[in-house]
């Protein structure tokens, strides 16, 4: 996969109150997870590759490694949603669009 194959996000997700912040630093990144640091106000900031990790993985990592997300009503709603959104993204990715000048691939 070249670079410019690459669906980069960053996304800044709420901690919550009990996360150890400082275990952030030392943590082995898995693949996909191209960037991870504390802001400093009790926020996450992640930059993901989403060819290669989703958003509920980076919770269920998050969470395994005493970083847990915040549990508000409104987190779990902005998460979701930016979870589908992702989705969408990947899904648009993987479109092979066509123009009226271009002559449709033949498989």
């Not at 960053?10 to 640091?37: K, N």
């Not at 919770?59 to 979870?83: G, H, K, Q």
Request: aromatic residues 6%.
């Amino acid at each position: 996969m070249s670079e410019t194959d690459r669906l980069i996000r960053t996304l800044s997700l709420s901690l919550a109150p009990g996360a150890d912040v400082a275990a952030a630093t030392l943590l082995e990144r898995p693949e996909g997870i191209l960037d991870l640091r504390a802001d400093g106000a009790g926020r996450m900031v992640v930059i993901y590759d989403l060819r290669h990790v989703t958003l509920p993985a980076i919770e269920r990592w998050l969470s395994a490694n005493r970083l847990p997300l915040s549990d508000s009503i409104f987190a779990r709603l902005y998460r979701r949603w930016l979870a589908f959104k992702d989705d969408n993204r990947r899904d648009q990715a993987a479109i092979v669009h066509q123009c009226c000048s271009v002559p449709p691939r033949q498989d």
